[in-house]
């Protein structure tokens, strides 16, 4: 089973749409990530957050943290074609005290 | 800071050939690195942790006498795919942690091998 369970698989949306993606499990984690990838490339860490129901905010991003501490979500308002990209949401839950990552969306934003 | 390297960016080899692939800490010291495999339209998968002056700890699955790892220095671990096949073909990825200040894996930005 997955720990991270992350929704939708896939998104492709309009510039100037918003979106919000999701990050879910049965766990409770004591800080959860969020990275963006794009095609090619390495994973870009662009948040952490470690505090039940903490918001934080990195431009038109904004990201939460269940008060539980289970899950969290992405929330991108109008969507720019720069935005396009897998993002993976991540905790550090494996057995060599690594990083365990979910599944991914892949967000497509069209001009 | 903490940047993490690969080299090279993306390499193509024969079958049966071996590859190697290289992973650095540019700016801090990493005792522990880890090697990620990243097929298409996929997640990124632990493959392997890398411990320097130690033997390497595979993940379930992983042959270890395939992806041979080095772990030599504090700021270089290397990859070698031995006698590569075409389902070798991926995305590698390869992070170092930080345990100095924070703590936290830092990626490189990734391999592409192609086995023909």
């Known amino acids: 089973t997955q720990l991270l369970e992350q929704s939708p698989q896939f998104l492709s949306i309009q510039e100037g749409e918003n979106l919000t993606v999701y990050c879910n499990s049965s ?14 490339e390495g994973p870009v860490l ?3 957050v470690v505090t039940g129901g903490e918001v934080k905010k990195l431009k038109r991003l904004t990201f939460q943290f269940g ?3 289970k899950d969290s979500s992405l929330h991108i308002t109008a ?3 720069g935005d396009t990209g897998l993002y993976l949401c991540a905790v550090y839950g494996g057995s060599q005290g690594n990083l365990i990552f979910g599944k991914g969306t892949k967000l497509s934003v069209k001009p | 800071g903490a940047v993490v390297s690969q080299h090279p960016s993306w390499v193509i080899c024969k079958s ?7 992973c650095r800490s540019l700016d801090f010291q990493a005792t522990t690195m880890f090697w990620y495999r990243q097929f298409p339209k996929q997640s990124l998968m632990l493959m392997a942790t890398s411990n320097e002056g130690s033997k390497a700890t595979y993940e379930q699955g992983v042959e270890k006498d395939k992806f041979l790892i080095n772990h ?14 075409p389902e070798d073909s991926s995305f590698y990825i390869c992070s170092a942690r930080e345990v100095v200040f924070t703590y936290e894996q830092y990626f490189g930005p990734g391999t592409r091998l192609t086995v023909t």
């Open chain 1, 27 to 40: 766990s409770v984690f004591s800080s959860l990530q969020w990275y963006r990838q794009e095609p090619g």
């Open chain 1, 79 to 81: 969507a720019q074609p």
């Open chain 2, 16 to 22: 049966g050939t071996s590859v190697k692939i290289e």
């Open chain 2, 72 to 85: 030599a220095s504090l700021t270089l671990s290397t990859l070698t795919v031995t006698s590569a096949h």
């Open chain 1, 67 to 69: 008060d539980a501490r």
């Open chain 1, 46 to 48: 662009l948040v952490t």
